[in-house]
């Protein structure tokens, strides 16, 4: 029996022997932990690579075993390691956990520890562990989350939307910040790439195909495009998209664009107002020159006379009339001061800030014109055909407008064609919401590419007509200007005249 | 020997009128001169006299006129010109200061010999005439 006995217990020997041999070899972290009922800590067994990884020495293997964990141990871990421990001891679960180590050497590692547990005939608990470094996922792994939550924070730091469009389905994922910047969200099921489009502002969406298309075509690195998209409550916002297509297939076709939404409404509102005033600033510009232009011809001819005849008189020859130059003094002086009461009324009507402004119905004001001018009208033997419309009322100046009407009328019967009846007709259309007046007639007509430059300067005439002063047409012209409108002209020699004025309900 | 003969004067101003007529009588000045209200009057009339070869020798044109003002009849003169065989001096006479009529002017160096500020002077006749 003994030798039996003996015997079995030399092949036990030797296969534990060969387990050892082999466990040696095994590339893996392993080792066994024995914890006593009193909580004592034996490490029963550990493999060759725990030791020369966890840089452990001789004189530290003879230790407590706590003291070795506890010096190697992250601080942060620490609990969490002997907690799961613990736990795993009391359930008799398997244990996990994950932890990092700090070596002398190696420095920071993250491990993963997995073993089984159970109890021995001595109520020892037993744990067999395999330890595995699991540092580069890890590390891995927080360096997305890091980037994660960097992108996240870029995202909503910036007001950012993301969408991503899978073009074979058409379905499209929006961001909330996408959605936020129309007011929608995800109850308003918005997924596809068309339910998205109609809701572009009509004018916009050729350009905006335009860009897309010029990106499929691989004509531009990036696809970008700002446009005006309909948000809930019916306003439009406007929207500046950046994507780029991600992947396509075997032919080249798209098959996913990924890409970025902002909002830009206030910036585009203020660009908008900074061109708005940038006209206004050349308008006032322009009037300004003019200003100086009337300035440096009318009123310096004028003054111009006075210096010469005053002259004149101060050194009389024999010839000399005192008379005659005092005459012509009169003749300088009047003309002076209309062309500064012109002056003036130009001057007034860019200066006064907030103009009367009324709703006026065309075809009333009309009437009314006709009715002042009806002896001229019936004595030049006149054919007037009204066809405004009965509803066309615009928000202008009452005085300005019955000038305006007066102005077009006379000229019109002043520069009458000879040989025909006159023939004034006067109509009105609506063009995008804004009232357009026509005043047409059949007489002398104006060469406007020989006079067109100058046909609405101050003191311009082109017709050898007495009476021609050259002030009607442009002090019409800057009180409709004033009032937000424009005027333009279509006119043929010996044929007739078309004004057509565009008034601008808005201003 | 007299500079000129014939003269043009063209400004819609009759007391610019007035003074030019003052100002010969003044410097002894014996010239013949017609008087246009327009630069389209002016050119009708030169038109005419093409004709005969009676043109003058000297315009004085203002820029700021009714009808055809004097840039008008600069162009309607520039196309007349190759047809005349006698020199035709031209001087703008205008109140104009501005920048803008300057620069138009030398569009027209080769119509245009000087351009004149009014009011024109005594001693501006003197160099023109003397």
């Known amino acids: ?507 | 020997m007299k500079k000129f003969n014939t003269i043009f004067v063209v400004d819609d101003d009759l007391v610019y009128h007035f003074i030019i007529k003052k100002l010969f009588s003044k410097c002894n000045i014996d010239v013949r001169t017609k008087y246009f209200f327009n630069g389209l009057e002016a050119i009708d009339e030169l038109k005419d006299k093409v004709q005969t070869d009676n043109v003058p020798d000297l315009i004085l044109l203002d820029i700021n006129m009714p009808v055809y003002d004097g840039w008008q009849f600069l162009e309607e003169f520039k196309k007349l010109k190759k047809t005349i065989s006698k020199e035709i001096t031209v001087y703008l006479v205008s109140s104009s200061n501005d920048i803008s009529d300057l620069n138009k002017s030398k569009e027209y160096q080769d119509e245009v010999k000087k351009y004149y500020y009014k009011p024109m002077t005594q001693e501006d006749f003197e160099t023109i005439f003397v």
């Open chain 1, 1 to 507: 029996m003994k030798t039996s006995l003996t015997s079995n217990n030399y092949l036990l020997e030797e296969k534990v022997s060969f387990y050892k041999k082999i466990l040696n070899q095994v590339p893996d972290l392993i080792f066994q932990l024995t914890i006593s009922p009193e909580n004592n800590f034996y490490f029963s067994y550990i493999n060759k690579n725990v030791i020369s990884f966890f840089e452990v020495n001789e004189f530290e293997l003879h230790s407590n075993p706590i003291d070795i964990i506890n010096s190697r141990l992250h601080p942060e871990d620490k609990n969490l390691f002997f907690d799961s421990l613990q736990s795993s001891k009391k359930k008799l679960q398997p244990w996990d956990c994950e932890f990092r180590v700090v070596l002398k050497n190696k420095g920071i590692h993250w491990f993963k520890v997995v073993g089984s547990v159970e109890l021995d005939a001595d109520k020892n608990t037993v744990f067999y562990c395999n330890l595995s470094n699991i540092s580069s996922v890890k590390n891995r792994e927080l360096k997305v989350q890091e980037s994660e939550t960097r992108y996240q924070f870029a995202l909503e730091a910036s007001k950012k939307g993301i969408w991503d469009y899978n073009v074979k389905t058409g379905k499209v994922y929006f961001s909330k910040e996408s959605l936020d910047i129309l007011q929608l969200d995800e109850m308003d099921n918005i997924t596809s790439n068309t339910q998205w489009d109609e809701r572009i502002h009509p004018d916009d969406l050729e350009d905006y195909l335009l860009n897309i298309q010029a990106h499929i075509d691989n004509k531009t690195l990036f696809f970008e495009n700002t446009k005006r998209v309909l948000a809930k409550d019916g306003t439009y916002r406007w929207v500046l998209s950046r994507g780029k297509i991600i992947e396509r297939d075997a032919k080249g076709n798209p098959l996913r664009i990924i890409g970025t939404h902002s909002d830009v409404t206030s910036n585009k509102e203020k660009e908008q107002e900074l061109l708005h005033n940038l006209d206004i600033i050349i308008e006032q510009n322009n009037r300004l020159l003019n200003f100086a232009h009337i300035v440096s011809h009318n009123l310096r001819s004028h003054t111009g006379n006075f210096k010469m005849l005053l002259n004149m008189m101060d050194e009389p020859d024999d010839e000399l009339n005192q008379e005659e130059c005092l005459g012509y003094l009169k003749t300088t002086s009047n003309a002076l001061s209309d062309t500064i009461d012109h002056l003036k009324e130009l001057v007034d009507i860019h200066t006064t800030i907030i103009h009367k402004k009324e709703d006026l119905n065309l075809g009333l004001f009309l009437n009314h014109t006709l009715e002042v001018l009806s002896k001229e009208i019936r004595d030049n033997k006149v054919t007037i055909v009204n066809k405004i419309g009965e509803k066309d009322t615009i928000k202008f100046n009452p005085a300005y407008l019955e000038s305006l009407f007066l102005n077009f009328t006379t000229n019109a019967i002043k520069y009458s064609h000879p040989e025909r009846i006159p023939e004034i007709s006067y109509s009105s259309r609506r063009e995008n919401g804004k009232v357009i007046l026509m005043i047409q007639d059949n007489g002398l007509g104006i060469n406007l590419e020989k006079h067109g430059e100058k046909l609405f300067g101050m003191y311009k005439t082109f017709h050898k007509n007495d009476d021609a002063r050259g002030i009607g047409l442009f002090i019409t012209k800057n009180q409709i200007e004033s009032m937000g409108g424009s005027i333009q002209v279509e006119s043929k020699v010996n044929v007739g005249t078309t004004f057509k004025i565009n008034f601008n309900e808005e201003v």
